[in-house]
Each structure stands twice: as structure tokens, then as C-alpha cells.
């Protein structure tokens, strides 16, 4: 092979090789595009795992207000649900006081451990009254860290406070 073939050889393989790097690069900007599409699709450009965890004990704690309001939360306004933080060392009468929801039902703490479990009778979840004046134990969304909503110990609570208009 003399040097002016070696040279068209090379050059040919340089641009073939160029023009496959192109290729995966257009392929995966559109495997990205794809991805990005499908996420927005299904709402997580918008909120994190952890918020859907969240949102799902928030529902749960309205629900554990449900159950253990004596009235079923009646009257003319829809109920609240507001978080305690036990570091703020104020129980739920008084939390409730400071809002529109003046009157306190109950306190209700409550965990629900992640994941899916694999054995009968497992246990999934927590939960403890710790009554409308107690101040001391509970828990601590406020000043948890987003990822502790995952932990899995069951002696790890979340506090609501039910009140009432
Ligand atoms: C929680 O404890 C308080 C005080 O003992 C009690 O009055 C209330 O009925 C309890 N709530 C539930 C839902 O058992």
C-alpha cells in the first residue's frame, strides 16, 4: 500500500468512524428526550419520590383524624390536619389555638415502613396517641430530612394534630 492509499484509507476511516459518533449521540439525545417526556408524563418533574411519600402519610394522618375524632370532624368547615414538631415543645391544643382551627380532637402519631413486605404478620407500620396536651414525644416532619421519610424503624413517628373549627 503506498502512502496516498493509506492516507484515503485513514481518512475514510476517521469520517466513518466521526460520523458513527454522531449517530450515538443523536440516539441518545433521543433516548433522553424520550425519558424526559416519559417523566414529565407521569408527574416527576414535578415532585420527588419523597413527596409522594409525603403526600401519602399526609393522607394517611387525615384519615387517622377521621377515625379518631369523636365527632368524625362535623360541622360547617372542612377540618385541618397540621403537623407537629416535637422540638417546638408545644402540644396540639396549643398548635390548633393558633389557627382558625381553634379546637383540638386528638394527636395521632403514625410511621408506616417503606417498601413491599415479604412476610405474613410483618410489621408495617406504628402508631400512638399522644393525646391533644402532650407535648414531649411524637414526631418531627418539619425538621426531618426529606430522605427520613424513608427510614424503616418503628419506633420512628410522624405527629399530627386534628383540629377543629
Ligand atoms: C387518646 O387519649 C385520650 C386521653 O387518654 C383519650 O381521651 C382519647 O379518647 C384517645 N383517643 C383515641 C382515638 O383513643
Known amino acids: 500500500m503506498n502512502i496516498?492509499?493509506?492516507t484515503t484509507f485513514l481518512l475514510v476511516m476517521i469520517l466513518v468512524?466521526?460520523?458513527?459518533?454522531?449517530?450515538?449521540?443523536?440516539?441518545?439525545?433521543?433516548?433522553?428526550?424520550?425519558?424526559?417526556?416519559?417523566?414529565?408524563?407521569?408527574?416527576?418533574?414535578?415532585?420527588?419520590a419523597y413527596d409522594l411519600v409525603w403526600q401519602s402519610l399526609h393522607m394517611?394522618?387525615?384519615?387517622?383524624?377521621?377515625?379518631?375524632?369523636?365527632?368524625?370532624?362535623?360541622?360547617?368547615w372542612p377540618n385541618a390536619v397540621l403537623t407537629r414538631d416535637v422540638k417546638a415543645k408545644l402540644n396540639c391544643a396549643q398548635l390548633c389555638s393558633k389557627t382558625k382551627y381553634a379546637n383540638c380532637d386528638a394527636e395521632v402519631s403514625i410511621y408506616g415502613m417503606n417498601g413491599k413486605a415479604t412476610e405474613n404478620?410483618?410489621?408495617?407500620?406504628?402508631?400512638?396517641?399522644?393525646?391533644?396536651?402532650?407535648?414531649?414525644?411524637?414526631?418531627?416532619?418539619?425538621?426531618?430530612?426529606?430522605?427520613a421519610i424513608m427510614g424503616t424503624t418503628s419506633s420512628?413517628?410522624?405527629?399530627?394534630?386534628?383540629?377543629?373549627k
Request: negative net charge; aromatic residues 12%.
Open 4 to 6: 496516498a492509499w493509506l
Open 17 to 48: 468512524s466521526g460520523m458513527n459518533a454522531v449517530d450515538e449521540t443523536d440516539d441518545l439525545q433521543g433516548q433522553i428526550d424520550n425519558l424526559k417526556a416519559q417523566l414529565a408524563a407521569a408527574g416527576y418533574d414535578r415532585y420527588s
Open 60 to 76: 394517611a394522618a387525615a384519615a387517622a383524624c377521621r377515625g379518631s375524632t369523636p365527632t368524625g370532624g362535623r360541622g360547617y
Open 121 to 147: 404478620g410483618q410489621q408495617v407500620g406504628s402508631f400512638y396517641n399522644y393525646t391533644c396536651a402532650g407535648s414531649l414525644n411524637g414526631g418531627s416532619e418539619v425538621s426531618s430530612a426529606d430522605e
Open 156 to 164: 420512628h413517628y410522624f405527629s399530627f394534630c386534628c383540629c377543629r
